[in-house]
C-alpha cells in the first residue's frame, strides 16, 4: 500500500504548499454522470469491502470491479444533512453548520453558492435528483399564518396537516440550487410523507403520521406531522427506482450529457425491505434492506446497460455515514459488522462514522478493478467533476474541495495530504498522513454497550486529545498521544489553522 510516515517538517510543508500538479483535462467528450448515495450504509456492509459481510451486495461489487474502489474515503459528517451540503457544494459543512435540518426546517445552501448540479448545468448538462433531498426547504412560504407545532401527551405533535397550504409551490430546494427536476420525499421518516415533484406536492397530506408498515427491526423513527392517506413507506425506495429508470430511459432519446444525482432513502431506518428481500440474507432485515439497496444499483446499472449508456456514463457510489447504533447487536446477534473492522458509528467522530465505501466506474478512463488508498473526501466531488469538465471554478467556491482526477486516470497516487473529520460543534479530528488526532474526550457521540467495548478492548478516553496510528491501528484501540507530544502539538495548531483560514484547497493556497 502506497503509505508514508511524514515527518513533521514536511508535514509543515504540505501546510505551506498545498501542492498538487496540474489539473488533468478530459480530452473525449463529456460523459454523463450519475451519484448513486446510499443512506446509513456502514463500511463494511458491502462483500466488496468486507470478506466476512453476511450480505450479499452483486451489484456494488460489480460496479467495484468495473472501476475504482477507495479504501479511505470520508464524508464531511457523521450524519444525513450536512454530508450532503458538503458533497454538493465542495465546501466543508462545518464552515457553517453543524446539525441535520430538522422537520419543516429552511435551506441550507446560500442562494448565492455555487453547487456540483449548477456547474453541470453551464456545461450543458440536463439535472435532475431523485430520493433524500434533506437540504431544507422554504416552507415559511406556504405555512399559514400563526400555524404552530402542536402537543399532545407532554409530546410534540408536529404542524396539523391543515397548516400549510399545499396547493402552493414550495421554493428554496432542489430546483433553487441547480436541478431541472426532482422526485422524492424529501426525508423518509419526516413529514411531510408526501412525494414532493420539482416544488410541488401532487398529493396533498391530509392525516397525521401513522407508521406503516411496522419495521421488523429498530424503530419507525418517524417525526410527527402530515402524511398522505394510506403512505407505505416500504413503497418509496421501489417508486424512486421506478422514476429514476424512467427518467433514464427519457434522457437516452436526448442530445446532450445528463446528471443523476439519487439520494436512497435506505438502508436508513425504518428498515423496511419489501417482500421480496426478505429473507436474503444473513444479518436480519437491516441485512436485506441492504440487499434490496443493492438492487436498486443493479437497476441502475442495468438500465444504463439497456439504454447504450454505460460506455459514456461515469458512476459514483457512496454512503453519506456510518451505520446506525442499531449496528452493535448486528455484530452479536448475526456476527456482521456492519462498521467493518473500524471504531464508531453514525454520529460519531471515530472512523466509523465517516469513512464509508466510495466506488467510481468511469468506461475507458479508470481501470476495472483498481483500489485506491488515496486519502479522499466526498467534498472532493466538485473539484474533480470540475477538472472532468474543465471548469475554472471561483474563488468563493469549493473552498475545501481537491480534484481527485489524477488518482482516477492513474497520474498519481495521492492528492491529498490531510482531512478534518467533525459531525457535532466542538469535537473535531484532523487526519494528516497515517496520523489521526482527535479533539475532544474520543469520538464517541453514539452510546457504546458495555459488551461491545469490553469484547473489542476499547478503552474509554479520559484525555481532552488523543492520537492514533491508523495505518497500524485502524480500530483506533491506542491511543499514542503521550508518546508524539510533538506530533499533537503540530497538528492541533494545524487544525486551528484550517478552521480559521475558511479554506484547504490547494486551488486557494495564498489566497
Not at 417508486?239 to 427519457?250: C, E, F, I, P, Y
Not at 480500530?475 to 475558511?502: C, D, F, I, Y
Amino acid at each position: 500500500m502506497h503509505r508514508m510516515r511524514l515527518t513533521l517538517s514536511l508535514l509543515a510543508l504540505a501546510v505551506v504548499c498545498n501542492c498538487t500538479s496540474g489539473p488533468s483535462r478530459p480530452t473525449h467528450g463529456l460523459p454523463n454522470v450519475v451519484v448513486l448515495y446510499a443512506d446509513d450504509l456502514g463500511y463494511g456492509d458491502l462483500s466488496c469491502y468486507n470478506p466476512d459481510s453476511r450480505i450479499p451486495t452483486p451489484h456494488i461489487d460489480r460496479l467495484a470491479s468495473e472501476g475504482m474502489r477507495f479504501v479511505d474515503a470520508h464524508s464531511s459528517s457523521g450524519i444525513c444533512t450536512p454530508s450532503r451540503y458538503s458533497l454538493l457544494t465542495g465546501r466543508h459543512h462545518w464552515r457553517k453548520f453543524h446539525e441535520i435540518v430538522d422537520s419543516f426546517g429552511p435551506p441550507v445552501i446560500e442562494p448565492e453558492r455555487l453547487t456540483v448540479p449548477e456547474m453541470m448545468r453551464l456545461h450543458g448538462y440536463r439535472t435532475a435528483c431523485f430520493g433524500k433531498w434533506h437540504l431544507g426547504w422554504d416552507w415559511a412560504a406556504i405555512r399559514r399564518e400563526g400555524a404552530v407545532p402542536s402537543t399532545g401527551q407532554g409530546k410534540p405533535q408536529g404542524y396539523a396537516p391543515d397548516a400549510f397550504d399545499w396547493s402552493l409551490p414550495v421554493p428554496g430546494g432542489p430546483l433553487a440550487h441547480g436541478f431541472d427536476h426532482y422526485f422524492g420525499d424529501d426525508v423518509p421518516n419526516f413529514p411531510p410523507y408526501a412525494w414532493i415533484e420539482d416544488d410541488r406536492l401532487p398529493v396533498a397530506p391530509t392525516v397525521p403520521y401513522a407508521p406503516s408498515p411496522v419495521p421488523a427491526e429498530g424503530q419507525a423513527e418517524g417525526r410527527p406531522g402530515p402524511m398522505v392517506e394510506g403512505w407505505q413507506q416500504d413503497q418509496v425506495m421501489p417508486t424512486l427506482q421506478d422514476r429514476v429508470v424512467r427518467w433514464l430511459t427519457a434522457q437516452s432519446r436526448e442530445p446532450g450529457p445528463f446528471f443523476l444525482y439519487f439520494p436512497f432513502t435506505s438502508p436508513h431506518a425504518p428498515i423496511l425491505p419489501v417482500a421480496e428481500f426478505r429473507g436474503k440474507s444473513g444479518a436480519g432485515p437491516y441485512g436485506d434492506f441492504v440487499v434490496q439497496t443493492d438492487a436498486v444499483v443493479g437497476a441502475v446499472l442495468r438500465a444504463l446497460d439497456e439504454l447504450g449508456l454505460a460506455d459514456d456514463t461515469m458512476v459514483v457510489f457512496a454512503s453519506d455515514n456510518g451505520p446506525e447504533a442499531y449496528a452493535f447487536e448486528r455484530v452479536r446477534t448475526f456476527g456482521h459488522r456492519s462498521m467493518g473492522n473500524l471504531r464508531g458509528l453514525k454520529r460519531d467522530v471515530w472512523e466509523g462514522g465517516h469513512r464509508t465505501p466510495f466506488v467510481v466506474r468511469w468506461p475507458g478512463r479508470v481501470r476495472p478493478g483498481a483500489v485506491s488508498d488515496a486519502l479522499l473526501g466526498q467534498v472532493d466531488l466538485m473539484a474533480t467533476l470540475a477538472a472532468v469538465l474543465g471548469h475554472d471554478l471561483p474563488a468563493g467556491a469549493a473552498e475545501d474541495s481537491f480534484n481527485q482526477l489524477p488518482v482516477l486516470l492513474g497520474e498519481q497516487a495521492s492528492v491529498r495530504t490531510m482531512l478534518v473529520h467533525n459531525t457535532f460543534k466542538d469535537r473535531y479530528a484532523l487526519r494528516q498522513g497515517d496520523w489521526l488526532y482527535l479533539q475532544g474526550k474520543g469520538g464517541s457521540h453514539s452510546q457504546m454497550p458495555k459488551w461491545f467495548q469490553e469484547a473489542e478492548g476499547f478503552a474509554p478516553v479520559a484525555e481532552p486529545f488523543s492520537l492514533y496510528d491508523l495505518r497500524r491501528d485502524p480500530g483506533q484501540r491506542t491511543n499514542l498521544a503521550g508518546q508524539h507530544p510533538e506530533v499533537v502539538e503540530h497538528m492541533k495548531a494545524l487544525l486551528a489553522q484550517l478552521r480559521s483560514q475558511g479554506h484547504s484547497s490547494p486551488r486557494l493556497a495564498g489566497s
